[in-house]
């Protein structure tokens, strides 16, 4: 039987995936990452040590394994990426190029996200366009534009299967976050259930898209399941759910919290980081194309952390 590779798989992202296709698909899964996250495998599922940056191990594993699907989550996020420009580089261009090779000679189709640093400070800020100027000026947008190319340069030019969607930040109560500038959207909610006062890194009126993590992971093996004939675009999809601010969301949670008091620490490059990325993003090619629709409003996210947070927190 064929089966599904999750690169970064102890990741934000790869560690909830993996337990939603755990449910969901009767293929084995492999859970490939340079080090073995904290979250058990669902079952069936198996964890393989993986060096993306490693030729060998990449071609030891799809010798080993008929890898027909593959969730490629590996990167280096967008703070860590300023403080190592070079093993982003490496990381995020140099392991998806060989990934996509792996693809290639394989037959493999391939997930690889963008993100909102894929846009510059010259992009429209409101609505984002799904096809825009993108003038990333941080080095992980600026992987993350280039991996966009990259991708559909494979599926024009081999025929390879990729897919993609650019993330707003990621709200999540699973796993702690990966160094990124929307980490901000997490640590509140940690530091409001545990009734302690938050210092927030970004300024208190930056607009950024945000989403839960149960709806990224759904758009994520919606997109791949979808008819392949219907999609005009593949990397990569705007998808959005709410567009906040850090005050905004620290309203949301004093509704439920009525004692939690952020505060402000601002941290010069990931706001500079912040600044450079859109208010709200277009995600109607999206919809039109493999219907996507935002199971989660920013209320029922609120009111989900707060009571999961509680709960494993008890």
């Known amino acids: ?47 393989i040590k993986l060096d993306i940056t490693r030729q060998d191990q990449l071609e030891k594993l799809f010798r080993d394994h008929p890898i027909s699907r593959i969730y490629h989550l590996a990167a280096i996020l967008s703070a860590r990426a300023e403080a190592n420009p070079g093993l982003a580089w490496e990381v995020n261009m140099n392991g998806l190029y060989r990934m996509l090779e792996m693809a290639r000679h394989h037959r493999s189709a391939i997930f690889v996200p963008s993100s909102i640093a894929a846009f510059g400070p010259d992009t429209p800020r409101n609505r984002t366009p799904q096809d825009t100027l993108q003038r990333a000026t941080s080095l992980y947008g600026v992987t993350k534009v ?21 993330f707003p930040g990621l709200i999540s109560y699973q796993t702690e976050p990966g160094g990124g500038t929307t980490d901000y959207a997490v640590d509140i909610f940690f530091a409001a259930v545990r009734k302690e006062k938050y210092a927030c890194f970004l300024k208190a009126d930056t607009r950024l898209d945000m989403m839960y993590m149960p709806d990224a992971i759904t758009a994520m ?11 005009k675009h593949r990397n990569a999809f705007n998808i959005a759910a709410y567009s906040l601010t850090p005050r905004e969301l620290a309203r949301q949670i004093q ?14 490059v990931r706001q500079a980081i912040a600044d450079s990325w859109p208010d709200s993003m277009d995600d109607s090619a999206a919809r039109e194309e493999w219907g996507w629709r935002p199971r989660y409003s920013l209320a029922a996210m609120v009111e989900d952390m707060i009571r999961n947070i509680r709960r494993i927190s008890s």
């Open 255 to 268: 509704a439920h919290i009525p004692g939690f008091e952020i505060t402000y620490d601002i941290d010069p």
């Open 221 to 231: 093996t919606q997109l791949m399941d979808a008819d392949p004939g219907r999609l």
């Open 146 to 166: 280039a991996g966009e190319l990259l991708c559909d340069y494979y599926h024009s030019r081999y025929g390879v299967d990729t897919r993609g969607v650019r």
């Open 1 to 47: 039987m064929s089966t599904i590779l999750i690169t970064g798989s102890s990741g934000q992202i790869g560690s909830e995936l993996a337990q939603t296709l755990g449910r969901q698909s009767d293929h084995p899964i492999i859970c490939a990452d340079i080090k073995e996250g904290t979250h058990p495998l669902p079952p069936g599922a198996e964890f």
